[in-house]
């Protein structure tokens, strides 16, 4: 069946629709949310993306259109919840700049990935968590992140560039 078929029927009301929908796309929105945020915040932020679904999912215009709607929800949280944390800590530690430091220790290729995944700047981890691991195409991306196709390609540019750099510091790359 079909997300737009789903998304229809728990419009509807049935509730089985709505649990398959919510089965089926559990998984990608965890793993998108903790690509963007630590395990423990990810579950956290997974369930307040879960609440505004099934607050939202009734005014859902277009039911084709779930999975770019679903992973802007999703984009919404974890760029809210990184505002409220940078802003509390503005307030406790009175300055502007945090540093964000992630072990560097990899113990496999999947370690450093992430550690380097990590390390990049939010708006460009984002397009690459978007565009190649939950393998949305550029135009799902801009609607997603809402910003022009163009600036799209731009920020998977620098964000190859920025990965690629960061690897050959740890060894990875030429």
Excluded at 27 to 34: A, D, N, Q
Excluded at 114 to 143: K, M
Excluded at 145 to 167: E, M, Y
Aim: net charge negative; proline share 5%.
């Amino acid at each position: 069946m079909t997300d737009e078929l789903l998304v229809v029927r728990a419009q509807l009301g049935e509730r089985a629709a709505l649990a398959e929908l919510l089965a089926r796309w559990r998984r990608p929105v965890w793993i998108y949310v903790r690509r963007m945020l630590d395990a423990d915040r990810a579950d956290d932020v997974t369930q307040e993306i879960w609440l505004a679904v099934v607050r939202g999912l009734p005014r859902l215009r277009e039911p084709g259109r779930f999975a770019p709607w679903l992973f802007t929800i999703a984009r919404r949280s974890v760029t809210d919840r990184l505002r409220g944390e940078y802003a509390q800590e503005e307030k406790t530690s009175g300055f502007g700049d945090m540093v964000v430091e992630d072990p560097a220790e990899a113990m496999v290729d999947r370690a450093a990935l992430v550690s380097v995944l990590s390390a990049l700047p939010v708006l460009e981890r984002e397009i690459l968590v978007l565009f190649y691991l939950e393998d949305l195409p550029v135009e799902e991306c801009a609607d997603i992140c809402q910003i022009p196709a163009g600036t799209v390609k731009s920020r998977l540019n620098r964000a190859r560039r920025l990965l690629r750099g960061h690897l050959e510091e740890k060894g990875y790359g030429p």
